[in-house]
């Protein structure tokens, strides 16, 4: 057997290839859109992909099914329950794919989604003990899938907390302690609230550690699964649709257009929104008025995916070498209406410099001294699960992930002051904020951590 997983940070994002040597065929799970490590991997080892396998309609980024059929010609395989714009076949609870001595049993885990399902991987066709399941976003290292993503489209938390229920304790947690555990999804993604950094465990490990194996009743478990989840991007809804239409392939080996300045000029005057994507300290520093920041050097996806819509065109200001890096990251979300990039960003922001404006950023001290100013409107926008860990006094709580929408609760005519764990999201927020009117915008350095530090002297 030959078995990869492909692991993207940026989105705590995992893939999988399963192939069998004895026949050279191999079947991809859960690919990104930009597939061209796949192919190259499955070419370097003398594999076919036959077909490709997706555990559920993914929220929180766009499969690569599609690209992939394309280029191979492979199928694409979902669960029982799943119905989509575009061919596919359906594989029933207990059904197997065979690529030769390799085996895939298709295993029904919903709750996450009610399409949702999981592999069973076995080395061997008989073998009494699978290899691993491929547990998608059903059962994750140190938690499960949240049940709550899909109220917005027709079915209830409660509704799929109950098919969660099952689907971990008694079908998942029926399976021997020696299987591997490999999930979709790890520490950083919205789709749980406790996901590990480990990138694969074992059932026999999640049983003994895993809160939400443990035995309770399914009110319980509904109940403790559904406490804490952090706010969905907005994103999410958009890709969850998009997942299941016939929608534009992605190009395997496209790049985006480096702009002149008019042609920039042009974009942003019909619309389009400068995604600054440099280190926060060179966004403060000096940034375009109406950008905004998201840097590159976390989670850019699905933050733009909070503060950016994708009907909206998108310029690109990346770190030098990164500009193309930065337009696949936006397009593995669907966001496919980048213009192109800036070639030169500091030429670009010298030329307009009666456009350029610099950041606020407050130290503790400073913030706290900002404060003693009634007006100050002071905003938390962490998810409500890092609450627990203190918040300062007198804040509204506005995760970043509803602050595009929930801006209108606050006075654009007073000032802002926001605050995060660490000051990444606070940048980002005070940058969409200042693009959405507000005139005094300013977040805290090192945010809610640095506060914490100060507090004896608060």
């Not at 030769?100 to 399902?117: A, F």
């Not at 099952?166 to 029926?174: A, C, P, R, T």
């Not at 995604?275 to 905004?292: N, P, Q």
Request: with cysteine; net charge negative; proline share 5%.
């Amino acid at each position: 057997m030959i078995f990869t997983q492909y692991y993207l940070d940026c989105l705590s994002q995992a893939s999988y290839l399963v192939g069998d040597e004895t026949t050279g065929q191999a079947v991809i799970v859960d690919p990104r859109r930009d597939i061209t490590d796949y192919l190259e991997d499955a070419k370097e080892k003398g594999l076919t992909i036959v077909g490709v396998l997706n555990t559920h309609f993914h929220a929180d980024f766009i499969s690569g099914h599609l690209e992939m059929a394309q280029e191979t010609g492979a199928w694409i395989g979902y669960g029982p329950a799943a119905k989509a714009d575009f061919e596919i076949r359906n594989f029933a609870d207990g059904e197997r794919v065979e690529l030769g001595e390799v085996v895939l049993e298709i295993m029904h885990t919903p709750g996450h989604t009610p399409e949702s399902m999981s592999v069973l991987v076995y080395e061997h066709g008989t073998d009494e003990a699978p290899y691993g399941v491929l547990s998608g976003d059903a059962l994750f290292i140190g938690d499960v899938g949240r049940p709550d993503l899909l109220a917005s489209i027709g079915v209830t938390a409660q509704e799929l907390g109950t098919m969660l229920y099952d689907s971990i304790q008694h079908k998942l947690m029926g399976l021997p302690d020696v299987t591997r555990v490999f999930p979709a999804h790890g520490a950083g993604s919205a789709c749980g609230k406790n996901l590990s950094t480990e990138k694969q465990s074992t059932i026999g490990e999640q049983r003994r550690t895993n809160y939400a194996c443990q035995p309770m009743s399914e009110q319980d478990f509904i109940d403790i699964v559904t406490e804490g989840q952090p706010s969905a991007p907005e994103y999410f809804v958009y890709n969850a649709i998009l997942n299941r239409k016939e929608r534009g392939v992605r190009e395997t080996y496209g790049e985006a257009p480096a702009l002149t300045g008019e042609q920039i000029d042009e974009a942003l005057a019909s619309g389009a929104v400068l995604l600054d994507a440099r280190d926060m300290i060179e966004y403060a520093a000096g940034h375009l008025r109406g950008s905004i920041s998201v840097p590159s050097d976390g989670r850019l996806a699905e933050t733009v995916g909070m503060v950016i819509t994708p009907e909206q065109q998108v310029v690109v200001l990346a770190p030098e070498g990164l500009e193309q890096e930065t337009v696949v990251r936006l397009e593995r979300i669907g966001y496919d209406k980048c213009v192109g990039y800036v070639a030169d960003p500091e030429a670009f922001l010298e030329a307009r410099e009666s456009q350029v404006d610099q950041g606020s950023r407050l130290t503790v001290p400073a913030a706290q001294e900002a404060l003693q100013n009634p007006a100050v409107q002071l905003v938390d926008i962490r998810n409500a699960g890092e609450l627990v860990n203190g918040v300062i006094p007198g804040s509204v709580h506005i995760p970043l992930a509803e602050l595009r929408r929930r801006a209108g609760e606050l006075d654009a005519n007073a000032p802002v002051l926001l605050y995060c764990a660490g000051g990444w999201r606070s940048n980002v927020g005070a940058s969409l904020l200042e693009r959405e009117g507000f005139a005094d915008v300013s977040d805290i350095l090192g945010g809610w951590d640095a506060w914490a530090l100060m507090a004896p002297s608060a």
